[in-house]
């Protein structure tokens, strides 16, 4: 069993927790996960098996989608509801025109500071461990683009919202900045991921759904692909000799396949190599061999 499988995730669970039943249901030792959902998060979270974990590394993920709900005056320490409230605010004389203005400035590319309830590393140490010892440190604003930002519902002090931003964004931290900006503070109440790169809620299955179908003997029909989810590299067709070269370890020549490969700026680019629709390497344009301008190519990952 080799691809990918969308899980919707429930709240409650770690994304580590999830792995742990992806594998004791499906009896594959394989298994890994990409873009951690909090705890109290729901929604897409895409789980490599088998020979799929080789094309992690490899995934365009940059851009992931959310539906969230956030609540006015009130800011906690987990910047969500299972924190401690650290500062209230009176949220009563805001105005729907003064909650729109907040949240159309936040559209496009900005700094976020990363929460101290997070998994980023500082000194080799995850935040969150510091923050449950009750230390914070400063944290270096990171760059991050939000694409869309629209409310769906406001019905103060609750806001439901849908955002689309880049990879490594902190919705809780979004809602917490805006909440800071209007001047009463605010927490997430509900976080769902609807996307995330190339996957989204339309494949996803709940883990009991999942156990039913290892049941059924269906299964395989959730696996995506790793040549389907890395869509976004070109891909070069191989002939049989070329395949049985690559498993040697021996890259194809690239001349004639692709004519953007002439193209300098497209060295250090990854591509794929494929055989009637199957995954067999993840390949790097090098430099010109010689003077016609034709690329070498290297191997990056081969796939079995």
């Known amino acids: 069993m080799d691809g990918f499988i969308v899980i919707d995730k429930p709240a409650g669970l770690t994304s580590h927790d999830i792995i742990a039943r992806v594998r004791r249901i499906l009896g594959q030792k394989k298994a890994g996960h990409t873009?951690?959902?909090?705890?109290?998060a729901t929604g897409v979270l895409p789980?490599?098996?088998?020979?799929?974990?080789?094309?992690?590394?490899?995934?365009?993920?940059?851009?992931?989608?959310?539906r969230a709900t956030m609540v006015l005056g009130a800011a906690t320490d987990t910047q969500d509801c299972t924190g401690r409230v650290e500062k209230e605010g009176d949220w009563t004389r805001l105005s729907v025109e003064a909650?729109?203005?907040?949240?159309?400035?936040?559209i496009g590319k900005c700094k976020q500071i990363p929460p101290m309830y997070s998994?980023?590393?500082?000194?080799?140490?995850?935040?969150?461990?510091?923050?449950?010892?009750g230390h914070e440190v400063a944290r270096e604003p990171r760059d991050i683009e939000i694409h869309s930002l629209i409310i769906?519902?406001?019905?103060?002090?609750?806001?439901?919202?849908?955002v689309s931003c880049s990879r490594g964004t902190y919705v809780r931290t979004l809602a917490h900045d805006m909440g800071e900006r209007l001047g009463c503070g605010a927490h997430l109440s509900a976080l769902r991921r609807t996307r995330s790169?190339?996957?989204?809620?339309?494949?996803?299955?709940?883990?009991?759904?999942?156990?039913?179908?290892?049941?059924?003997?269906?299964?395989?029909?959730?696996?995506?692909a790793p040549n389907e989810v890395l869509g976004h590299f070109p891909q070069i067709e191989l002939s049989d000799e070329e395949v049985r070269k690559v498993y040697c370890g021996v890259p194809p020549r690239c001349h004639g396949r692709c004519e953007e490969f002439s193209a300098?700026?497209?060295?250090?680019?990854?591509?794929?190599?494929?055989?009637?629709?199957?995954l067999l390497a993840v390949a790097e344009i090098g430099q010109a061999e010689s003077g016609d301008g034709n690329k070498s190519l290297r191997l990056i990952r081969v796939f079995n």
Do not use: C
């Open 119 to 133: 998994a980023v590393k500082q000194g080799g140490v995850p935040l969150y461990r510091l923050a449950r010892k």
């Open 47 to 66: 789980v490599a098996v088998g020979e799929g974990t080789k094309a992690i590394p490899f995934l365009d993920e940059a851009v992931k989608e959310y």
């Open 35 to 40: 873009g951690t959902l909090d705890p109290f």
């Open 197 to 224: 790169g190339p996957f989204d809620l339309s494949r996803a299955v709940t883990l009991d759904e999942l156990a039913s179908l290892k049941e059924e003997g269906t299964v395989d029909s959730l696996l995506l």
């Open 152 to 162: 769906d519902h406001m019905d103060l002090p609750r806001i439901e919202f849908t």
């Open 264 to 278: 300098s700026q497209n060295e250090g680019k990854k591509v794929r190599l494929v055989q009637n629709g199957k």
């Open 99 to 106: 909650v729109r203005e907040v949240f159309d400035a936040y």
